[in-house]
Each structure stands twice: as C-alpha cells, then as structure tokens.
T-cell receptor, first 111, second 113 residues
C-alpha cells in the first residue's frame, strides 16, 4: 500500500510570496493533519481535516490555511511568507481511530 | 513550560548497548502515547503506540508508560547503527475527534559501530 505522499518535496520562496503544498493520504484514510517542524519548536500541529471539514486548529496565524477535497487529498496554503515560515511541513493521514502516518514532508525555505 | 518535555540529546552509545529515551508531560488529559523515529530528511515513522500504563514490547523495542508519574520511556535493546535517528515522543488526549498530537522536541541518537 502506498504511503502518504507530499509535493513538492523542496521549495524556495521569497518573503511576501504565498505557497501551496499538497498531500495525498494513504488510500482509505479520510483524515489529514498538517504539522510544522522547525529545529527550535519541534513538531507543531497546524490543523486537521476530515471529510472536507476542518476539525481542529493549532495556534498559528490566519496566514496558514488549508482545505481538503472529496478524494481526501489536502492542500495547505501560507500567504505573505515570512522568514520564520522556513520549516519542514509534514502531512499525516489516519483512518478512524488509528494513529497517524506521516509523509516525507515538504521542505520550505523562505529567503 | 511545554506540555511535553524531552531531552534533546544528542545521545551516543556503542553498538549493542541498551538505549533509554524518556519524556515527561504535565497534562493528565493525555491518554495515548506514541514513539516515532525520524531519519534525516524523512518524515516520522511510528514505532510504538500505547494507551495504558505498563510495558509494551515489539521486537527490540519496549515502550513504558507511567501515568501516575506522567513519564514515558522507550527502550532499545541490542542497538544497531541503523537505529541512529531522532526519536520523538508524542501524545494525544482522549476526547473523541481530537487527534492533535503533541510532540516532544526529539532526542537525536547515534549508535557507534
């Protein structure tokens, strides 16, 4: 069974730009969560989507948003990029009450 | 104060040694506990998933949970160079529909051949 896939794997942007990251969950998984990983803060929860609805949200500014499509694929968007947004963005999927399985991440560098 | 505390290391041990990794937490609402392994430039990979206090064993790995002390551990027996990675503890609350994971900062482990 294919794992969680994320595209692109690497991205370089400049301050003020916006970016969209994509996540395809494991087949049959309807829940997708997003996390930001930085050396200083570790892994921090951004938000979770289930059946195209946001169910939980972390403590991030409104510049961070997401959505989920009917096929469970998810995108997250960051507008007006700041240097501090440089991070590894991880997507995780799960089915039901099972635990989460992570993708390889998208490494974003903001210059 | 962070809800989950984890010694960041780095931790270096010789091959074959027993490794002990630990996390403490402050929120008694955490009911489910996980250990993830993350290799460089990869996503976290689930190693162990536990709910109740006590020990859970899977091959060379043993997860231990002490809810009364708010303390969890991961033991690795007969450590191998391939175990060199960052180990992250994670936990979530028991309320239905809340799947947010709260992570420790991770411990970087190196097994020396």
């Amino acid at each position: 069974k294919a794992g969680v896939t994320q595209t692109p794997r690497y991205l370089i942007k400049t301050r003020g730009q916006q970016v969209t990251l994509s996540c395809s969950p494991i087949s049959g998984h309807r829940s997708v969560s997003w996390y930001q990983q930085t050396p200083g803060q570790g892994l921090q929860f951004l938000f979770e989507y289930f059946s195209e609805t946001q169910r939980n949200k972390g403590n991030f500014p409104g510049r961070f948003s997401g959505r989920q499509f009917s096929n469970s694929r998810s995108e997250m968007n960051v507008s007006t990029l700041e240097l501090g947004d440089s991070a590894l963005y991880l997507c995780a999927s799960r089915r039901g009450s099972e635990t989460q399985y992570f993708g390889p991440g998208t490494r974003l560098l903001v210059l | 104060q962070k809800e989950v505390e984890q010694d960041p290391g780095p931790l270096s041990v010789p091959e074959g040694a027993i490794v002990s990794l630990n996390c403490t937490y402050s929120n008694s609402a955490f009911q489910y506990f996980m250990w993830y392994r993350q290799y460089s430039r990869k996503g976290p990979e689930l190693l162990m998933y536990t709910y109740s206090s006590g020990n859970k064993e899977d091959g060379r790995f043993t997860a231990q949970v002490d809810k009364s002390s708010k303390y969890i551990s991961l033991f690795i027996r007969d450590s191998q160079p391939s175990d060199s990675a960052t180990y992250l503890c994670a936990m979530k609350k028991g309320d239905f529909g809340n799947e947010k994971l709260t992570f420790g900062t991770g411990t970087r482990l190196t097994i020396i051949p």
